[in-house]
């Protein structure tokens, strides 16, 4: 779309047309999963803000555009978290809101946006509030968030929340088709799995290992369900072996459960790992269906506990031994 991706076309065309028709607001919140290409949309708009010609913005062939095009626009301002930082402190605001002061460059407009907005301290957005309760009238700021919970009842108040669903399997199709013409084989899985995430689709396209931990998964799973406690400790042992991974293999044991779940009760139009569906049936058959639910539950808990970094060979084999239980 005007050479820009976008996932979001319906959405970004009620936005251009806003623009064009001079109803556009200051400010908005661009809300939805990473992996969306929200940023790239984002770009979009921003490039038919400052286009110089309004009635067809973004044109594609004024100085704006062109700029905008090459990243060079110096009247769209990017705003990022610092790398080596977990948040977006008061400082990158405050130097927002001095050069909200200046007029724009070359453009009727000038465009802020701002990345990975879940990030902004409170203190940060009290003082974007202050550009927002009174903006030049040149300027309007995009903030990026996945979850716009995390911003301020008075931040939300003042901006547009436009949210950005994910987006259809037919789409999803069409970008594997497109992008992957050669992986088409995986296409039943990675509508299931990447849950309308584009993003998702590149990520497992690029990760060599994703495929061979899946199946190394897949063949553990009786080891977690087993009642022999030899099993967990090589449950233990699989996972110490895989520590940089050993939370995609809970994830992928916790897909594989729910699967076997649904299998238990006909509902195969549930079932995410399509192309393991015999294997799973065939595990499925062997299994009280509580015990599925009780290594769910147990894996769900392993997780939470992993991001509070807890020694992964103690958490493992606890883990293994509450599902034996
Ligand atoms: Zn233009």
Redesign the pocket.
């Given at each position: 779309m005007y050479g820009y991706t976008t996932f979001h076309e319906g959405l970004m065309n009620n936005l251009i047309k806003s623009v064009r028709s001079g109803t556009s607001s200051h400010a908005y919140i661009f809300e939805g999963d990473a992996g969306l290409g929200i940023f790239s949309s984002s770009k979009l708009f921003a490039?038919a803000l400052?286009?110089?010609?309004k009635a067809?913005?973004?044109?594609?062939?004024?100085p704006?555009?062109?700029q905008?095009g090459a990243d060079t626009n110096p009247d769209i301002i990017y705003v990022e978290k610092p790398k080596d930082r977990k948040t977006i402190g008061i400082e990158p605001v405050r130097a927002v809101n001095s050069d909200a002061a200046i007029r724009p460059f070359s453009s009727a407009r000038k465009v802020y946006i701002i990345k990975e907005g879940d990030a902004l301290t409170p203190e940060a957005q009290n003082a974007l509030l202050k550009t927002l309760e009174e903006p030049p009238e040149y300027a309007v700021f995009i903030i990026i968030v996945e979850n716009s919970s995390a911003l301020l009842p008075t931040v939300l108040s003042r901006s547009t929340l436009i949210h950005f669903p994910p987006v259809s399997d037919a789409l999803i199709a069409k970008y594997v088709t497109e992008k992957y013409p050669d992986r088409l084989n995986r296409l039943p899985f990675l509508k299931k799995y990447c849950e309308g995430i584009p993003g998702a689709v590149d990520k497992i396209i690029a990760d060599e290992n994703f495929e061979p931990l899946r199946a190394a998964s897949l063949d553990k799973l009786p080891k977690l369900l087993s009642r022999e406690r030899i099993d967990a400790y090589e449950i233990q042992r699989f996972l110490d072996e895989n520590k940089d991974d050993a939370e995609e293999i809970i994830d992928f044991w916790i897909s594989y459960l729910r699967d076997m779940l649904a299998l238990q009760l006909d509902a195969d139009h549930g079932v995410i790992n399509v192309d393991k569906i015999n294997s799973l049936r065939a595990l499925s058959g062997k299994y009280d269906p509580k015990l599925a639910v009780i290594a769910v539950n147990e894996l769900i808990t392993a997780k939470k506990m992993m991001s509070r970094f807890v020694n992964l060979k103690a958490l493992s084999l606890r883990t293994a031994l509450k599902i034996q239980l």
């Open positions: 490039a400052t286009c110089a010609n067809s913005a973004p044109c594609g062939s004024c704006s555009c062109i905008a």
